[in-house]
Structures are given as structure tokens and as C-alpha cells.
């Protein structure tokens, strides 16, 4: 009777598991942040199992250069984590499938309609700081380019490395256009350091060593639902605040073209985009402001939104980067 049933319970098991083999797999590429155990990507895998018959899964890593290299060859069925800073190096490729998503109402300051890239959420670009320590924050740019050269230690990402910091060079021209190195060279003696990427950069800040950090509006966000810190703000300029989004795509060369459109569908779903609000902590790109957490309802926010589109921002980079190295070398 024994051997019967263990005999029975293994038989179990390899149906089960031929079931399991069964399943088609959806690979989808992402960044480093958004597969790991504190970030989106398990809950959003979880999710999209439980409506997909099939094995979602996640890939790690540097999503565009580990496409570009395998080419129309890529395992990947989708992209996610994607920026508009380098949108147009991978529409060159010809590799990615239009999304096939009405972006008419998406809850974003920026009107969307690119038929490649879809965004899964945004924030603003801000200055963050902590009012515990910093008693006089600056309340404009150009307030924080007036100040004495002493008057705050700042930390931010390098551009070269770094969406933040590509980002705020963007953010410097467009506020600043031609008088943009100028701009830089008012801001580079507050300048503590430059690090390459946003985690080196808010850890110091938290550590204490500098009085504010390059990041998002939505930072503070953070410290106020996981920590019941609400000592760290975000200084709102009047000159404007440079958009950020996070996007996704499916590739041409997908083996399962239907599960990769039906992921695009599940990014702009209710469900995950409430997923994003407290595990990426941004604001998600397609829900209702009303349905946000009421942190996220009552953060500053900017009145105006600044954003240069993919083509104008592919030529600025080059000049920009050159006006920032000749700036901080001085």
C-alpha cells in the first residue's frame, strides 16, 4: 500500500511538472532595481502568472546593450525600464514592435503618444534634502546658483553612467539653453562629489555627507511610508522640473507575440500599475490621482513640467556632456 502511494505521488509529480513545462515562457529584460527582492518585478511576476498560463521571466541587467548585442537572436519577448534618453539609440535598431496601448489618458503631465515605447510610470527630477538639517533650502534654481559657494554641499550622478545625471543636464538646458555652462559653472562649486549612479549618491546623502542629493519628487515618499521619516523634502522650483518616465517594449522577434501584447496590456492594468506606486516608488503612469496613496496625493509638486523630446534631446547630449566636463574642470 505504501509503495503504491509513493509510487502514485511521484507520478503526481511528473505530471505536475510536465504541465509546468508545458507553460510558454515570456522573458522579459530588466534593470538590476526592478527585479530584486524590494523592487517590483516579483510582484508584478506573480501577478501576470496568475492571468497568463504561462512562466513569466525576468532577466537582469543592462537591458539596451544586451539587446543591441544579441540582436533580432534575443531571448527577450519585452524590455522593461527603459528612458528617454535612450529611446532613439534603440528605435535605430528596427528591433522593437509597436505597443498597440491607447495612451490618450494616461495620468502623466506630458502627453504621450509614441507607438513604440510605453511608459509604466514617471517623476520629476528635484533636489531632495532633509529640513532637519538644511534650514534654508533654495527656492529657485537660480537661488541655488546665487548662493555663495559654500552655502550647500550637493551631490550628484555622473552623465555619463547615470540616467539622474544625463537627466539633469537636460533639465540645465532647458531651463538655461545657451547660458547652460555658465549655469554649471555657478553650481560646480557646491558640487561634493560626482557619483556613478543614483544608489551611491542617496546613500550619502542619508549617511549625512552632503546637504542635498540629485533624485525625484517622490523620494521623500519613501522615507514617510517605510521609515515615518518626513524630514526629507524635495525643493519645488518655479523654473520647472524635468520629466522622467520609465518605459517598456516588445521585440519584433518575440517567440510569443500574443503573451508579449498581452504584458503590454497588464503594464497599463490597474493592478500593476499599483504595484509601482510603493515598490518603485513613482508615480504610475495610468491611475487616477485620487487613487494614490495619500502620501504621493500630498507631495509638492511642481507647477510646471520641463521635457525635451527623444530627437532634440540625442542632439543636446553630446554639447551638453562637453559644457558640464569644461565647467567642473575649472
Known amino acids: 500500500m505504501k509503495s503504491t502511494l509513493m509510487l502514485a505521488g511521484a507520478l503526481s509529480l511528473i505530471a505536475t511538472m510536465a504541465v509546468a513545462q508545458d507553460k510558454p515562457v515570456l522573458t522579459v529584460y530588466a534593470p538590476d532595481y526592478f527585479t530584486s527582492e524590494w523592487g517590483p518585478g516579483p510582484a508584478i511576476e506573480k501577478g501576470f502568472e496568475a492571468i497568463c498560463d504561462c512562466d513569466l521571466k525576468f532577466v537582469a541587467g543592462d537591458v539596451l546593450p544586451r539587446v543591441m548585442l544579441e540582436g533580432d537572436k534575443t531571448s527577450a519577448d519585452v524590455v522593461i525600464g527603459l528612458n528617454t534618453d535612450v529611446t532613439?539609440?534603440?528605435?535605430?535598431?528596427?528591433?522593437?514592435?509597436?505597443?498597440?496601448?491607447?495612451?490618450?489618458?494616461?495620468s502623466m503631465p506630458?502627453?504621450?503618444?509614441?507607438?513604440?515605447?510605453?511608459?509604466?510610470?514617471?517623476?520629476?527630477?528635484?533636489?531632495?534634502?532633509?529640513?532637519?538639517?538644511?534650514?534654508?533650502?533654495?527656492?529657485?534654481?537660480?537661488?541655488?546658483?546665487?548662493?555663495?559657494?559654500?552655502?550647500?554641499?550637493?551631490v550628484i550622478e555622473d552623465p555619463r553612467s547615470s540616467i539622474a545625471g544625463l537627466s539633469l543636464l537636460l533639465w540645465v538646458k532647458a531651463i538655461y539653453g545657451d547660458q547652460a555652462e555658465a549655469a554649471w559653472e555657478k553650481l560646480a562649486p557646491k558640487i561634493l562629489t560626482v557619483t556613478p549612479g543614483w544608489s551611491e549618491a542617496y546613500g550619502m546623502f542619508t549617511d549625512g555627507e552632503a546637504d542635498m542629493v540629485l533624485s525625484y519628487v517622490t523620494s521623500p515618499a519613501y522615507h514617510i511610508m517605510a521609515e515615518n521619516d518626513d524630514s526629507k523634502l524635495a525643493a519645488i522650483f518655479p523654473e520647472g522640473h524635468y520629466f522622467t518616465p520609465e518605459l517598456a517594449a516588445q521585440l519584433k522577434s518575440s517567440k510569443h507575440?500574443?503573451?508579449?501584447?498581452?504584458?503590454?496590456?497588464?503594464?497599463?492594468?490597474?493592478?500593476?500599475?499599483?504595484?509601482?506606486?510603493?515598490?518603485?516608488?513613482?508615480?504610475?503612469?495610468?491611475?487616477?490621482?485620487?487613487?494614490?496613496?495619500?502620501?504621493?496625493?500630498?507631495l509638492p509638486m511642481p507647477d510646471k513640467t520641463l521635457y525635451i523630446g527623444e530627437a532634440e534631446a540625442e542632439k543636446l547630449r553630446g554639447p551638453a556632456l562637453e559644457e558640464w566636463q569644461r565647467a567642473l574642470a575649472k
Do not use: C
Open 257 to 298: 507575440p500574443e503573451l508579449a501584447q498581452k504584458f503590454m496590456d497588464y503594464i497599463l492594468s490597474p493592478a500593476f500599475q499599483k504595484m509601482i506606486v510603493t515598490a518603485n516608488w513613482s508615480f504610475p503612469a495610468k491611475l487616477p490621482h485620487d487613487q494614490l496613496p495619500k502620501v504621493f496625493q500630498d
Open 110 to 154: 506630458v502627453k504621450w503618444d509614441d507607438p513604440i515605447f510605453l511608459p509604466f510610470d514617471w517623476s520629476d527630477l528635484a533636489f531632495v534634502y532633509d529640513k532637519t538639517k538644511l534650514k534654508n533650502p533654495p527656492h529657485s534654481f537660480a537661488e541655488l546658483l546665487d548662493a555663495p559657494k559654500d552655502a550647500y554641499k550637493i
Open 88 to 106: 532613439a539609440k534603440a528605435r535605430a535598431t528596427g528591433l522593437f514592435a509597436p505597443h498597440n496601448e491607447d495612451t490618450s489618458n494616461l
